[in-house]
């Protein structure tokens, strides 16, 4: 089994900055592609952005410019730096890890999940 608990999430003006953490636990492998997804009231889960074990990173066109994936292997932990946050980022991020070792941008193809954390952007 893999535990992965997210942090970092809170409230930013438009414009703002935060930056989330996934740190991952038990039977962990820097091989896992992990990935980021986000969840806003009333609508479905969508792919935010994966990294691979050899921090090949894939971000959704959302975010492009403005979200940074980055991993510390030795630490098992994941960051999401996001950048000039817009109030259509709010919603709950969800930190992921694929198995499989490729990236994919499904949700379904994710083997493990945190809780989620919540960001919320305000105007």
């Known amino acids: 089994q893999v535990q992965l608990v997210e942090s970092g999430g809170g409230l930013v003006q438009a414009g703002g900055s935060l930056r989330l953490t996934c740190a991952a636990s038990g039977r962990t492998s820097s091989r896992f592609v992990m990935g980021w997804f986000r969840q806003a009231l009333g609508k479905e889960r969508e792919f935010v952005a994966a990294?691979?074990?050899?921090?090949?990173?894939t971000l959704a066109g959302s975010v492009k410019g403005r979200f940074t994936i980055s991993r510390d292997n030795a630490k098992n932990t994941v960051y999401l730096q996001m950048n000039s946050l817009k109030p259509e980022d709010t919603a709950t991020y969800y930190c992921?890890?694929?198995?499989?070792?490729?990236?994919?941008?499904?949700?379904?193809?994710?083997?493990?999940w945190g809780q989620g954390t919540q960001v919320t952007v305000s105007s």
């Open positions: 992921a890890a694929n198995l499989r070792g490729a990236i994919v941008t499904s949700h379904l193809l994710y083997d493990y």
């Open positions: 990294i691979n074990w050899s921090s090949s990173t």
